[in-house]
């Protein structure tokens, strides 16, 4: 694996996993405590709406990606909020629509899309550059964002009711999370593929709860895993020559399996001595 370092890409790869990590650690402990795992998947699904766009307009698909996903979780939001539509259905209907806006758009497009496969299911090999700071100014806005906001966010997670009534806009709140969400997709695009972003934007969120429910703490937590799963996978992915995205994916899995285990081998212990 050291000896791999000396490409570029292999580089740019472990650049890329270490700007995931930052994202899914940050975002994904939000969607794990606030439970929103199934919007969080509609807005990954409906990001694939944004890439066909992109082809057919001739520009970068991550940027088209980067649009249009969050014009959908702004209108994913506003639909769950404001509408008497459930919301597991709102967001059946919204996943599917983003899906089959790419495919329409992707069909209109002349040629073939060469590097498809690479957005549905991930290769961090093949990240270039210009992604790479795309990845690093979507990075600090999450950072940002959440640096400014983060007493708010921290009540309508754990207490929306409670945030309204103290004066707190929920509503809006609730909707920039999902922008955050939105961006932090767009950055797992790439390193994982649509498919199996939500898996990313979650495992290390899970695994570090098995050690805090400090949400700073859990943050922090969940950055390392993410982190150090990626990296692991990326070498596991190189050593056996497999799928990256896929490899990431089941090394995560399995750490998360591990620590549930442990966690309820711990706990019984502690009953036991009490």
């Known amino acids: 694996m050291i000896d791999a370092l000396q490409y570029e890409f ?40 944004g890439i066909g766009i992109g082809y057919f307009a001739g520009i970068s698909p991550v940027l088209g990606a980067l649009f249009f996903t969050i014009a959908s979780a702004l209108g994913m939001g506003l639909v769950i909020k404001r509408t008497k539509l459930p919301e597991d259905t709102a967001i059946g209907i919204l996943w599917a629509l983003g899906m089959a806006l790419g495919i329409i758009f992707i069909g209109l497009t002349p040629g073939y899309a060469p590097d498809l496969f690479s957005y549905l299911f991930g290769n961090i090999l093949t ?42 806009p929920a509503e809006r709140l609730y909707l920039v999370l999902l922008c ?33 429910h400090n949400l700073f703490k859990m943050m922090l937590l969940s950055v390392f895993f993410g982190a150090i799963l990626t990296f692991g996978g990326l070498w596991l992915s190189y050593e056996f020559d497999v799928a990256s995205g896929a490899t990431i994916i089941l090394l995560s899995g399995t750490v998360l399996l591990i620590t549930l285990v442990a966690s309820r081998i711990r706990r019984r212990r502690i009953r036991k001595t009490a």
């Open 10 to 49: 292999m580089r740019n790869a472990l650049y890329a996993g270490l700007l995931a990590a930052v994202a899914c650690g940050i975002i994904g402990s939000y969607v794990v405590v606030k439970k929103m795992v199934s919007v969080s998947g509609a807005i990954s699904h409906s990001s694939f709406g």
């Open 127 to 168: 990240v270039p550059f210009s992604d790479l700071i795309m990845m690093i100014a979507l990075d600090f806005v999450i950072i940002t964002v959440v640096s400014l906001l983060y007493k708010e966010f921290l009540t309508i997670s754990f207490d929306e009711e409670f945030g309204t009534v103290i004066g707190i």
């Open 180 to 212: 955050l969400v939105a961006l932090t997709v767009v950055v797992l695009i790439r390193v994982v593929g649509i498919i199996l972003v939500i898996a990313l934007l979650t495992i290390p969120a899970a695994i570090a709860r098995q050690f805090t």
